[in-house]
């Protein structure tokens, strides 16, 4: 296996440095040895100056290989940023230019990879290696204030060196090489007022005091310059415009020393009877100007305020003027600023004076009532000219002529009311009536020779009292039997159809009648509730459940009503805490904290079981009154019956009373009745069949049946057993009956075939009786 020795050495255009590697060499010749080559560099970053304008590509440099003995044998290839399109490459020699002008202000550098390869096997003869080229930058970008124009303000009066603003510029090019983006601030209009600094761009003030109310404008131009400012450099400018703010500096003028006013006597109380100005060279919130008047002569008729739009004095009239009282009205006016600044009180006193006089002007006035308005009632169903009230009005002129009144027709269309013309009092014309008009307003009409003034009458016509107050509502109102004496048990109120119900005013009472009345009093609140209040306590339900309580109720209609109403008042158990529990009479037996509802279930449980008490007892008593015997014999009497009719004795084969009598015998003798049956019988006792018991019992029984007219129209078969060791139901006896020799033998009933077994048995258990 053989490789390439590997010398790479890639050369700058200008200088560069040499960095020694080491790497192992390959076998060479078929020698199976590894030697250790020196790989020599030559390796800086590429630098193109930026906006050439040379006709040829611009030189950039040369990359080689030490395996390139100038034979054309290794090629060499570029790729990376802009490699083909801006970068190219000899591949023969390795000399990289630049196709076109470059700006490295659009792209500062390019990164880019270069190889050596052969050039027939094209097979890498180095690692691929990357490098840099970059745009080395000249002065081609002025400075630019990307801010500008700017506005500043500082306070007028400001000292020197006063902040004001600051501008920045920027330059585009690169600030890591040269001056060329070193830039130097300069004024060059604004001087002597203002000036900045040459590093940091920052505009102060150049002159002291300069005043808003003589400039308040100043336009600044600032220039900024790269290079240090120093010849060649490029510039560029902006402007800044500074105003001067306002401060309180000067106190308000009145343009004179005295005001003359003229106001007629007429004037309205309230109204602006004159205006003064004092100017102050200020503005905004430092003209504000505060207008007051010195106590003296006119302080006690009229008051000044201040206008806010345009800072007037207005004098405004407290009290009517009378020219026959006082003609003339002499005070002084101060104007002083509202907010002041106490750096500036040096200057002296922010305000100013002026007098102001004021001559009344004579008027003829109409006649002045003496109210603004009138108001006035009067009661329905009134009788005709009755005087419902007056009104007043005064000439106030020197002359005090003479008023006379009247009503203004258009007010009064129906000529419902009529006035004196001298006295001015009103009257009615006809009978009001206050459901068709519940008020009518009227105008008055007041003339002296000249003038003539109105006052407006409003007339109420009030709804006569007809219907007498009553409960508001049907009160439901219990007393605990633990109540205290003085406890209000229950407040009520009352309601009446007339109207209107919001003016209603009624009053409570207890009645003359009831007067000693030792259980309960009504107690009158004052609006229109009342209250029952109990005077005693111990109240039991036992004793009397129920109380009445007469209660009389006033109204103050006109006329007058009253009725009397009556309280039921029901005697209660109450809980502790006053909570009801219960009112019924019944209750106080039984167990307290249950429910109607329970009690009623806790009856019906009892009732219930009163009733199956009794069928049972019934039942038992019937059971008693069916038994057969009640001597020591027990015979029992079993009645079978069914549906069907005829058949007699036929039918007795779907009946086995032994059966019936004893559910035992259903597992101990399972027989077919339809076959004779065979079985081991054992030896029987002997049955006399002429036994005079049995023959006088079925004798007995069976006239009985005979005799029975309730007996069931159908045949039944009847049979009768003894008690005893014989017995289905076997001994009910704790004495066992001996073993006797029995002389009857009914053996030859078995021959005659099932039907007869039933009676077989029944024959042996007569005769073991």
Known sequence: ETTLDCYISYSLHKSGREHARSSVGPVRNGAARFQRVKRGWVWNQFFVLEEYMGSDPQYVGKLHTDLDRGDSSVKYTLSGDGAGSIFTIDQTTGDIHALRSLDREEKPYYTLRAQAVDIITNIPLEPESEFVIKVQDINDNEPKFLDGPYTASVPEMSPVGTYVTQVTATDADDPTYGNSARVVYSILHGQPYFSVDPKTGVIKTALPNMDREVKEKYQVLIQAKDMGGQLGGLAGTTIVNISLSDVNDNPPRFSKSFFHVRVPESSAVGSAVGRIKAHDLDIGRN????????????????????????????????????????????????????????????????????????????????????????????????????????????????????????????????????????????????????????????????????????????????????????????????????????????????????????????????????????????????????????????????????????????????????????????????????????????????????????????????????????????????????????????????????????????????????????????????????????????????????????????SQRLKEHDTDNSAPPYDSLATYAYEGDGSLAESLSSIESLALDFEDDYDYLSDWGPRFKTLLIESAWCSVL
């Open 287 to 698: 003209a504000e100007v505060e207008y007051t008047i010195v106590p003296g002569d006119g302080g006690a008729m009229f008051d000044i305020t201040t206008n806010e739009h345009n800072q007037e004095g207005i004098i405004i009239l407290k009290r009517p003027l009378d020219y026959e009282g006082k003609k003339i009205y002499t005070f002084k006016v101060e104007a002083a600023n509202a907010h002041l600044d106490p750096r500036f009180q040096s200057f002296g006193a922010f305000k100013d004076t002026a007098t102001v006089k004021i001559n009344v002007l004579d008027v003829d006035e109409p006649p002045v009532f003496n109210k603004p308005s009138y108001v006035m009632d009067v009661y329905e169903d009134t009788p005709a000219g009755t005087i419902i009230g007056a009104v007043t009005a005064q000439d106030l002129d020197a002359s005090s002529s003479p008023v006379r009144y009247s009503i203004d027709w258009k007010s009064d269309l129906d000529s419902n009311f009529d006035i004196d013309p001298v006295e001015g009092t009103i009257s009615t014309n006809e009978l009001l009536d206050r459901e068709n008009i519940a008020q009518h307003n009227i105008s008055i009409v007041a003339t002296n020779p000249v003038l003539t003034s109105r006052v407006a009458v409003t007339v109420h016509v009030l709804d006569i009292n007809e219907f007498p107050p009553e409960l508001a509502s049907s009160y439901e109102t219990f007393v605990c039997e633990n109540a205290k004496v003085g406890q209000v048990i229950q407040i009520f109120s009352a309601k009446d159809q007339d109207l209107p119900s919001s003016g209603q005013q009624f009053s409570f009472r207890t009645s003359k009648d009831d007067v000693k009345n030792k259980n309960f009093t009504i107690r009158d609140f004052g609006n229109n509730t009342a209250g029952i209040i109990t005077k005693r306590s111990g109240f039991r339900r036992r004793l009397q459940e129920i109380y009445f309580l007469p209660v009389v109720i006033d109204d103050n209609g006109y006329p007058p009503k009253s009725s009397t109403g009556t309280l039921t008042i029901r005697v209660c158990g109450c809980e502790l805490d006053g909570s009801l529990l219960t009112c019924s009479a019944e209750a106080i037996f039984l167990p307290v904290g249950l429910s109607t509802g329970a009690l009623i279930a806790i009856l019906l449980c009892i009732i219930i079981l009163l009733v199956i008490v009794v069928l049972y007892v019934g039942l038992r008593r019937q059971k008693k009154k069916e038994t057969l015997m009640s001597s020591k014999e027990d015979i029992r009497d079993n009645v079978i019956h069914y549906d069907d009719e005829g058949g007699g004795e036929e039918d007795t084969h779907a009946f086995d009373m032994g059966t019936l009598r004893n559910p035992k015998v259903i597992k101990d003798n399972l027989f077919r009745r339809d076959v004779k049956p065979e079985m081991k019988r054992g030896p029987r006792p002997p049955v006399s069949q002429d036994s005079a018991d049995i023959q006088d019992f079925i």
